[in-house]
């Protein structure tokens, strides 16, 4: 049997495949390496290990939201293998694991469009170019959070159109008190807050105000990231269910800029079934 997790944040979803088939499947919450303490990331690994049909597993593939750093690695190898005695393990960021979900075995460029968003190019086996992301304050063009923080700057400013502040004002506390302290002093997630505003923002996505602000930030994605990669010479795969939702509007935009999509995959975990098996 072998194990595969694709853990973002939120959920980590572990799925045990046998011959190439899927024979059981487990959510536990999810992993952050970069923001979590090591104890708190074993009691998750170790309540799943409990959970999941009894081994042996013959490898453990755990793709997780964070950087790999050498320490992180040093710290949570030793608790998987505690885990899942006598297992190869191979522990990989999400990044990874949307460019094996997006390319699979051949070269390609795989863009992660959630929350946030992140993106490489991947010779079939490594990724060989990285352009940092820098999150939604430093960077995260195209995303969710992103979409969120430039209409929320225009709307503390005045300049978001009244037939649009208007409903916007009814469904949201907006308030200026109220956005600063969810973003400045948000416990859970500011990227998070900011992101929840999107569907309503696509929704009012036929006015020119809303158009130039969306449009604004994907083209941002492309001119400074997308572009530093060959997407003369591969697709891109985007990876993440917000990347799907705005698959009318990336579809004429890429092909405006010369850019071939290879295809929309809202969660890399079916895909990483296939890789692996």
């Not at 597993?57 to 992180?72: C, M, P």
């Not at 941002?220 to 060959?230: E, N, P, T, V, W």
């Not at 591969?234 to 999509?261: C, H, M, S, T, W």
Request: charged content about 20%; overall charge negative; aromatic content about 8%.
């Amino acid at each position: 049997m072998k194990l595969i997790c694709e853990s973002g944040a939120t959920k980590g979803d572990w799925r045990v495949i046998e011959n190439g088939k899927q024979i059981a499947r487990l959510l536990t919450p999810g992993t952050n390496v970069s923001t979590m303490e090591i104890e708190t990331l074993r009691t998750i690994i170790m309540d799943a290990a409990k959970s999941l049909p009894e081994g042996p597993y013959s490898e453990v593939n755990f793709y997780t939201a964070g950087v790999l750093s050498k320490t992180v690695m040093e710290n949570l190898k030793p608790v998987m293998e505690e885990a899942f005695p006598g297992a190869a393990i191979d522990i990989q960021t999400d990044l990874v694991a949307a460019a094996r979900a997006a390319c699979g075995h051949a070269p390609g460029i795989a863009v992660i469009m959630g929350t946030g968003s992140n993106s490489c190019q991947y010779d079939g086996e490594k990724i060989v170019k990285h352009v940092k992301s820098g999150g939604f304050i430093l960077g995260d063009d195209g995303s969710a959070s992103v979409i969120g923080k430039l209409f929320v700057c225009d709307l503390i400013k005045d300049l978001v159109p009244e037939e649009i502040a208007k409903p916007f004002s009814e469904l949201f506390a907006s308030d200026y008190p109220t956005i600063v302290d969810n973003v400045y002093h948000n416990p859970g997630s500011p990227s998070g807050y900011l992101g929840s505003m999107c569907p309503f923002i696509l929704s009012h996505y036929d006015h020119p105000y809303i158009k130039n602000l969306v449009d604004g930030s994907l083209q941002a994605l492309i001119d400074r990231s997308l572009r530093q990669y060959d997407i003369d010479k591969y697709p891109v795969g985007i990876i993440g269910g917000f990347g799907l939702a705005l698959k009318d509007i990336l579809e004429p935009l890429f092909k405006q800029n010369g850019i071939r999509i290879r295809a929309f995959i809202p969660t890399p975990i079916e895909e990483l079934i296939h890789y692996h098996a």
